[in-house]
């Protein structure tokens, strides 16, 4: 099993130096990430959401980008909460809500996402008092419990 995962680890590392150039290339990783998200690979998850997000390698979908982004952010990827909350703030496959835009910005920018900090701010310029106050609560909750926002 060891071996199997050094083995799959390896190809998605080197199959990411070629940044996905061609469609034969797109599949081939996306198919690679499979085994790894499989795995609970925060990482490949959030590759994964990314795929899907533009289309790489597998048709896009938004549904399940943000499915394989929850996944990667529940997990503590800051890279995958700040896509999250790009999501809301744009409403991207989602119904736009800057509520749990800014919970996810907020999450992303305490781990040190500056430009997770600098949205959160934009996006805190469209929002009530009220709405603020309930997206950092909402942030501390899912820091609390991961599971606790879908």
């Known amino acids: 099993m060891k071996k199997l995962y050094y083995t799959l680890s390896c190809l998605v590392i080197f199959s ?8 034969k290339n797109e599949s081939l990783h996306f198919n690679e990430t499979i085994a790894f998200e499989e795995q609970v ?4 998850q ?5 795929m899907y997000y533009w289309g790489q390698g597998t048709p896009q979908n938004y549904k399940e980008a943000l499915k394989w982004f929850n996944k990667s952010a529940k997990q503590g ?3 995958a909460q ?12 989602v119904q736009q809500d800057y509520v749990l835009a800014h919970m996810w910005f907020d999450l992303a ?3 040190g996402n500056v ?3 600098e949205i959160m701010g934009i996006t805190a310029q469209k929002m009530s008092p009220a709405q603020i106050e309930k997206a950092q609560n909402l942030a501390r909750a899912q820091k609390n ?3 606790l926002v879908r």
């Open 41 to 44: 690979d925060a990482k490949a």
């Open 145 to 147: 419990d991961p599971d």
């Open 46 to 50: 959030f590759e994964r959401g990314l």
């Open 115 to 117: 430009k997770a900090l």
């Open 82 to 93: 700040y896509v999250l909350g790009g999501m809301y703030y744009l409403g991207d496959g």
């Open 16 to 23: 990411g130096l070629f940044n996905c150039v061609n469609t």
């Open 109 to 111: 920018a305490a781990q």
């Open 77 to 79: 990827n800051p890279d």
